[in-house]
């Protein structure tokens, strides 16, 4: 089973900055785009960001964008996000998810395959 593994999340204050990454673990897949979620409690899971196989295109959430960026590094089959400017309402489990595809449609959690086991990030004063 192919399996991601996230970076550990965090506690940050508004205004602050995190990096998750997510790793295929034994496996090199860089051939699918590779898309974030967020689940925050009592709410369903949401799509943030999406970043193509070739790290040249990306799709974000109205929320996030200008303030979350996807890279990927295809020779150390990571990809990350860098999200700054936090915000309280970011509060939720990050999830990265493999598309089906190496481009980025949007961010139906039915065309992502396999799944991170999710890391925590709350954002608090």
């Known amino acids: 089973q192919l399996q991601f593994v996230e970076s550990a999340g965090g506690l940050v204050q508004p205004g602050g900055s995190l990096r998750l990454s997510c790793a295929g673990a034994?496996?090199?897949?860089?051939?699918?785009?590779i898309g974030w979620f967020r689940q925050a409690p009592g709410k369903e899971r949401g799509g943030v960001s999406c970043?193509?196989?070739?790290?040249?295109?990306?799709i974000y959430r109205d929320s996030v964008n200008g303030r979350f960026t996807a890279s990927r590094h295809n020779a150390k089959n990571t990809v990350y996000l860098q999200m700054n400017n936090l915000k309280p309402e970011d509060t939720a489990v990050y999830f990265c998810?493999?598309?089906?595809?190496?481009?980025?449609?949007?961010?139906?959690?039915?065309?992502?395959?396999?799944w991170g086991q999710g890391t925590q990030v709350t954002v608090s004063s």
């Open positions: 998810a493999e598309g089906i595809s190496n481009f980025c449609a949007d961010f139906d959690p039915h065309e992502y395959t396999y």
């Open positions: 034994g496996f090199t897949r860089d051939y699918y785009a």
């Open positions: 970043i193509s196989a070739s790290g040249g295109g990306t």
